[in-house]
């Protein structure tokens, strides 16, 4: 990378340029340094300080970015076009690198001949200012599709743990019923073999019927091993096969020694194994089916839930909102990082809350970032969320309120600003506030930050709708 100076009639033609006398052009001659760049050479680095405006005088520059791990263009600057700090931009950094895709030659100028520039060619300020709003527009609309794609990624790997469990508990029920159901000929074999009286039967068929299986919620599990042990020994002093498997069924159902007793004053010891097999069978089989049945209600109401949270049926307009149902769709869909941090979850909602005049799933991307920014804040040391949502007067108040360290005082009044973040470079893209700050706003609200140390509030409001 060499540095010179370009000559008035180098100047001449370039779009950016155009309208402006030799004289005025003579200006950026003097000011600026002439970059000469070859093919894949980096003209800056993301995180560079943005300290100067640069204009391709001849050439081709490119500005990439990485995403997932892979660098991608994002944007192409030729001949004539312009580039980095611009006058009245509040860019701090620059956002990605630019390298030369061909040689290519560059007008660089520093910011502290912004001033003097503005006062050499006003139309000049105006096609720049022109300029920096068609690049934030582009900018803006690049980084909300990132954040779009960041929270359905988020949004997926929630669903997919929340899925997870469900699913693997309906496979383990089948397998288990599986084992279970194949037990079945031999023992009904074994039992019709021994012609049983009618008590008998009865009373095989009244065990199953004297299961009480809630009972066990209040014991301890020291208890049930005891339990457990008791009947075990029950089983193998009546030559039972496979008494400690038995044992384990019939302590969950809530079985004991006693019943047993009952069940083998009025069965033949010949038939009592294969009395206790059928039952442990009728057991398992109704358990595992509640199970069963429990799972595919769970994951019927995480589809509900997706379908709610991302309004896949529903159109744009705002129509009657309830801010309870979106929070609760969203908490669930984060639901697997608040189990992997450790952080106890409290809902406070007012019972008679009135609904609001929403996009519900504009809405929901205000619950999902300022959720997981508060998560992210407790971090995984574990500590509180607490999600309280009540109305004063005509408004609807959010409010998202973490236990973290709190928002450092000298970011506090920068957080809302677009391509702000507290994070590591590639963890944020510093516009989820703004996006959420937007949002709120186009429903004719607000968001509020209350932060200090050990509590932190997202205050979000919201018109409540007129009651008719």
């Not at 096609?127 to 803006?140: E, H, I, T």
């Not at 995480?302 to 908490?331: F, P, Q, W």
């Not at 008679?352 to 970032?369: C, F, M, S, V, Y």
Request: aromatic content about 4%.
């Amino acid at each position: 990378m060499s540095k010179h100076s370009f000559a008035v009639e180098e100047l001449h033609g370039l779009q950016i340029f155009e309208g402006l006398t030799d004289e005025q052009l003579a200006w950026f001659s003097e000011r600026g340094e002439k970059v000469e760049l070859d093919t894949g050479e980096h003209l800056l680095e993301r995180g560079d300080p943005a300290d100067h405006m640069f204009v391709v005088v001849n050439g081709v520059i490119d500005g990439c970015q990485e995403h997932e791990g892979q660098w991608l263009v994002v944007n192409t600057t030729r001949r004539g076009g312009v580039t980095g700090m611009l006058p009245f931009s509040r860019m701090a950094l620059y956002p990605r690198y630019v390298v030369a895709v061909e040689p290519t030659q560059i007008l660089r100028l520093h910011k502290r001949e912004f001033q003097d520039m503005l006062s050499v060619s006003l139309e000049l300020g105006q096609r720049l200012v022109s300029k920096m709003s068609d690049r934030v527009r582009g900018d803006v609309r690049l980084e909300q599709q990132k954040e779009k794609m960041v929270a359905l990624g988020k949004l997926s790997a929630g669903l997919a743990h929340e899925l997870n469990n469900p699913a693997a508990a309906v496979s383990r029920g089948a397998t288990t019923l599986s084992e279970h159901l194949a037990k079945l000929p031999m023992c009904v074999t074994g039992l019709m073999g021994q012609h049983l009286e009618a008590s008998a039967i009865d009373a095989i068929r009244e065990l199953p019927h004297r299961a009480r299986p809630d009972t066990m919620k209040a014991i301890s599990s020291l208890e049930r091993a005891d339990r457990e042990d008791a009947l075990a020994a029950w089983l193998e002093d009546h030559d039972v096969v496979d008494g400690w498997e038995i044992a384990g069924t019939f302590v969950d159902a809530g079985l004991g020694t006693d019943d047993l007793e009952r069940l083998r004053a009025n069965v033949p010891s010949a038939a009592l194994g294969d009395a206790l097999v059928w039952v442990q069978c009728g057991l398992v089989a109704t358990g595992v089916v509640a199970e069963i049945a429990s799972s595919a209600e769970r994951i019927s109401s995480l589809i509900a839930a997706v379908k709610t949270y991302s309004h896949m049926d529903r159109s744009s307009e705002h129509k009657l909102t309830d801010v309870r149902e979106g929070m609760d769709n969203t908490i669930q869909m984060l639901g697997h990082k608040l189990d992997k941090n450790g952080i106890r979850l409290e809902r406070d909602y007012q019972d008679d809350l009135p609904g609001t005049l929403a996009n519900a799933g504009e809405l929901n991307q205000i619950w999902t970032n300022l959720i997981d920014n508060a998560i992210d804040a407790v971090g995984e040391g574990g500590g509180t969320l607490r999600i309280v949502v009540n109305a004063k007067k005509s408004e609807i108040i959010a409010s998202v309120i973490d236990d973290g360290p709190g928002i450092p005082e000298d970011t506090r009044p920068h957080i809302f600003e677009p391509f702000f973040t507290t994070k590591e470079v590639g963890a944020g893209t510093g516009l989820g506030l703004d996006i959420a700050q937007r949002i709120a706003k186009t429903h004719r609200g607000r968001i509020e930050a209350h932060s200090k140390p050990g509590r932190t509030e997202m205050r979000v409001y919201l018109p409540a709708a007129p009651v008719r």
